[in-house]
T-cell receptor
Framework: DTGVSQNPRHKITKRGQNVTFRCDPISEHNRLYWYRQTLGQGPEFLTYFQNEAQLEKSRLLSDRFSAERPKGSFSTLEIQRTEQGDSAMYLC???????????????FGEGSWLTVV | AQTVTQSQPEMSVQEAETVTLSCTYD???????LFWYKQPPSRQMILVIRQEAYKQQNATENRFSVNFQKAAKSFSLKISDSQLGDTAMYFCAFMKLRGSNYKLTFGKGTLLTVNP
């Protein structure tokens, strides 16, 4: 499977606990994105990496959220002291920009569902 | 900032018929991409079709085609010969090219149900 891989697919946690999600992008893709999606809404941008550098963070990414991409390969998204409002699907996506029209498409993983109880 | 509006929260169509999903967007950019993504009940977001703003010709992919009206900032998706497997959420998305982060801005989606 050469697509974007995310795990765990589902996570139920108690309020106040920490959770971590992992994303393995398509191997040749140097750009990696995290989005959050709640029921009935479109995905909302959280953060973006180019190789190992985190170049943009949304205001949605509070201090309790941290993302890393060591060595520019896989990425992790950690949520500390989870709150019920963090319940959502967390989507990872990757892209390599070819500079021409045909190859520039963002590919998504299956997402990681978080339920905070 | 860019905004994407999908004014139809839900739509339904009979199998084998044609349906059009609407999308409008607001931007001051002149160079951008537009996308339609499909998210079936299994939840993985799948690319349906892409349109580069500098191209006047409307994109087509098999049964899927778009009507891109740049001046009107409109980007509708037409699905011909609808199939049961087309049942899904459909999201319109905008990608700004200036600035080089290439992130997507999504609309709220349209839930399409194809009835047998």
């Amino acid at each position: 499977d050469t697509g974007v891989s995310q795990n765990p697919r589902h996570k139920i946690t108690k309020r106040g606990q920490n959770v971590t999600f992992r994303c393995d992008p398509i191997s040749e893709h140097n750009r990696l994105y995290w989005y959050r999606q709640t029921l009935g809404q479109g995905p909302e941008f959280l953060t973006y990496f180019q190789n190992e550098a985190q170049l943009e963070k949304s205001r949605l990414l509070s201090d309790r959220f941290s993302a890393e991409r060591p060595k520019g390969s896989f990425s992790t998204l950690e949520i500390q002291r989870t709150e019920q409002g963090d319940s959502a699907m967390y989507l990872c996506a990757s892209l390599t920009w070819t500079g021409t029209g045909s190859g520039n498409t963002i590919y998504f993983g299956e997402g990681s569902w978080l339920t905070v109880v | 900032a860019q905004t994407v509006t999908q004014s139809q929260p839900e739509m339904s169509v009979q199998e084998a018929e044609t349906v059009t999903l609407s999308c409008t967007y607001d931007t001051s950019e002149s160079n951008y991409y537009l996308f339609w993504y499909k998210q079936p009940p299994s939840r993985q977001m799948i690319l349906v079709i892409r349109q580069e703003a500098y191209k006047q010709q409307n994109a087509t992919e098999n049964r899927f085609s778009v009507n891109f009206q740049k001046a009107a900032k409109s980007f509708s998706l037409k699905i011909s010969d609808s199939q049961l497997g087309d049942t899904a959420m459909y999201f319109c998305a905008f990608m700004k090219l200036r600035g080089s982060n290439y992130k997507l801005t999504f609309g709220k989606g349209t839930l399409l149900t194809v009835n047998p």
